[in-house]
């Protein structure tokens, strides 16, 4: 069994105020170093690689630039929520919380998909900073309804001091409870929610044209009363700062819910899982997929 | 005062005693919201709406975004009270139950009404007969059956006050004869602890909600043939009150439960599970047998479906005639 000892990936990027473009590219590069270290240091050599790969941006701009949080304190009441509905993906969200420290570098390696470990591969509440247990898949936007309810219902008139920030994927954009969630964001008014859904177009056996088409996406939406925001790009730190930023503005859209739909590449910056995205869904990295894996990233 | 009706049925029993404390905790606990999945009306809580018109949350038909909802909710320091018809909050959002109330250690205290068969009207899409099946075999939450309106008061607030997870399961217990609930309780009620309604020496009736006082009825009538019956009021399935029923059966070397409820999985498994492994005697489970329910009269479902005091006194002869041949062996 590998252990933190084995690791000896460097740290490029650490968490500073104002984080420029730069910074949160270098920042996004070591999110995605450290979710395939993470992968073949867990007690199971796997992680839900390909949608934490098309998510890594989008990650580092939140925890980056956009999130209020305070590590040390982490039921901080202020802080903003940050819920990735899409739980199958948590290492990212490990990478991300280690990067601002909530913990060691160390827990990474030590306690990912081990017994007795607190980071499961579908984050529990047992982590100091995870907002709600997810995984199973459709649950994220009503839990980030609930806060976002809450939030209003303490603050009545005035603004909250936060933010409530959901990361869907677009495979679960087919459960019904995310439609549930949908109407009901809209119906309070709850413009202080914002969704983010990582539009790979992979559900897990195939296209999501393919499988379950969610095309017309953003009339859906909008239909729902939501304001939507489309990314082209959902890899350039630009357009997402730019969506967030504007999301996250009360003027944007008084009294709606938003949503951001990120167009991604699953596996991206990983070419055999770009190139094969059903299988890296989830995968098993063997010695020599993840030497190929650091080459590409430049390790 | 004029009685209240709804759809031209008498509103009392513990209808009326969960709209009462609801709003008896609502008053003293800001924090408390209660949320609603459309079954209001029937529940009898949209009262609470008028007093509380801003923590009363009703989110229409969708059980599953309710029970998320409510995490959401208890996450940001609130104590949401969700009741639901006991079949649609156990059986929809299981998983959310499961996940984000059980494993979650939620402070989210849910509430199945109409439990059992205690509704005429609905049949088995709406009788939940399996709910606390369900929840028993999630880890760390509480389940608790009131037997009259008085502990189902108490039980409401002994819930608000522990954080955790905490499901109560409660009838509409209002239509006479059937579903009375006149039950005498001495003491007070306490999460985790079973009450000794009647002491005995040949058999112990162990029994929950509205079956206590058929238990009680049963050993009344056990007395007039020289069976001495014990009846214990088990209000909190879990976790059991394992003195109280390791010592009763210890004493009386017989037991039987019973249940608005099917035989599989609740009270009558609990119980049955726990002397099997501890204090092994002769152990008989009433209640719903493993069937699905129907529509009609009350006066019809109970002896169909084995929720009266005949079939407590039935199990209570069988399981005795067990005890003799073990005895005489």
């Not at chain 1, 925890?63 to 982490?74: A, E, H, W």
């Not at chain 1, 939406?221 to 700062?241: M, N």
């Not at chain 2, 009838?171 to 007070?188: T, W």
């Not at chain 2, 005697?281 to 009609?296: A, C, L, N, Q, Y």
Request: hydrophobic share 40%.
């Amino acid at each position: 069994m590998k252990y933190s000892n084995d690791s000896n990936i460097a740290v490029i990027s650490t968490y500073k105020e104002n984080m420029s473009v730069k910074d949160l590219k270098d920042m996004t590069l070591q999110l995605r170093r450290d979710i395939i270290e993470l992968t073949w240091f867990s007690g199971t050599q796997s992680s839900h690689v390909g949608g934490e790969l098309s998510a890594a941006e989008i990650m580092a701009v939140l925890f980056g630039r956009i999130l209020k949080l305070d590590p040390q304190n982490p039921v901080w009441e202020n802080r903003d929520r940050v819920i990735l509905s899409k739980g199958h993906a948590s290492a990212l969200t490990y990478v991300a919380m280690a990067w601002r420290g909530f913990f060691e570098r160390d827990v990474l390696w030590n306690e990912f998909n081990r017994v007795g470990g607190r980071l499961q591969e579908h984050a529990n509440m047992e982590l100091p900073g995870i907002e709600a247990p997810t995984g199973s898949l459709g649950m994220g936007l009503s839990n980030g309804c609930g806060m976002a309810w809450a939030a209003k219902h303490t603050y009545k008139d005035k603004k909250p001091p936060y933010n409530v920030y959901v990361i869907l994927g677009d495979g679960e954009c087919t459960e019904g409870q995310t439609w549930e969630a949908v109407m009901t964001a809209a119906h309070f008014k709850l413009d202080n929610l914002i969704a983010i859904v990582d539009y790979n177009k992979y559900i897990i056996s195939g296209t999501t044209y393919e499988v379950m088409d969610l095309e017309p996406f953003t009339d859906k939406w909008e239909s729902f009363g939501w304001d939507v925001q489309i990314v082209e790009d959902g890899h350039d730190i630009v357009q997402l700062i730019a969506a967030v930023e504007k999301a996250g503005e009360y003027e944007t859209a008084p009294d709606k819910p938003r949503v951001i739909i990120a167009n991604t590449v699953k596996g991206k910056c990983i070419k055999f899982m770009e190139n094969d995205a059903i299988h890296w869904h989830a995968g098993h990295l063997d010695e020599k997929l993840y030497e190929q894996c650091k080459k590409e990233l430049g390790l | 005062m004029s009685e209240e009706l709804m759809y031209g049925c008498s509103l009392k029993g513990m209808r009326t005693a969960l709209r009462e404390t609801l709003l008896e905790v609502s008053r003293s606990n800001e924090k408390v919201v209660v949320i609603d999945c459309e079954t209001g009306t029937a529940t009898n809580i949209l009262p609470y709406k008028k007093e509380f018109p801003g923590r009363f949350i009703e989110l229409g038909v969708a059980e599953q975004n309710a029970i998320s909802f409510a995490f959401g909710v208890s996450a940001s320091g609130y104590i949401p009270i969700v009741p639901l018809f006991g079949s649609f909050l156990t059986r929809r959002a299981c998983d959310q139950i499961f996940i984000q109330v059980g494993y979650a250690e939620a402070n989210v205290k849910l509430i199945g009404c109409y439990s059992g068969l205690s509704t005429p009207n609905t049949g088995a899409t709406h009788q939940s007969i399996n709910d606390v099946s369900i929840m028993r075999s999630i880890p760390g939450i509480t389940i608790i059956e009131a037997c009259n309106e008085s502990e189902l008061r108490e039980a409401i607030i002994e819930a608000v006050k522990i954080h955790g997870p905490v499901y109560i399961r409660m009838i509409r217990g209002d239509i006479d004869p059937y579903e009375s609930m006149e039950v005498k309780l001495e003491g007070e009620f306490e999460i985790g602890k079973a009450r000794v309604l009647r002491e005995g020496c040949d058999v112990t009736l162990i029994g929950c909600g509205l079956m206590v006082k058929r238990c009680l009825e049963a050993a009344e009538l056990l007395a007039k043939e020289g069976i001495s019956a014990e009846v214990v009021n088990c209000s909190t399935i879990k976790p059991l009150d394992k003195d109280t029923i390791s010592k009763s059966v210890t004493k009386t070397k017989a037991v039987v439960t019973a249940e608005n409820h099917s035989i599989i999985g609740g009270l009558g498994s609990a119980v049955a599970e726990f002397v099997a492994e501890n204090c092994p005697v002769p152990t008989k489970r009433t209640g719903i047998m493993d069937k699905f329910g129907e529509s009609g009269s009350l006066e019809e479902l109970f002896p169909k479906y084995g929720l009266t005091t005949q079939a407590v006194m039935e199990a209570v002869k069988k399981v005795l005639l067990i005890k003799t041949k073990i005895t005489n062996k």
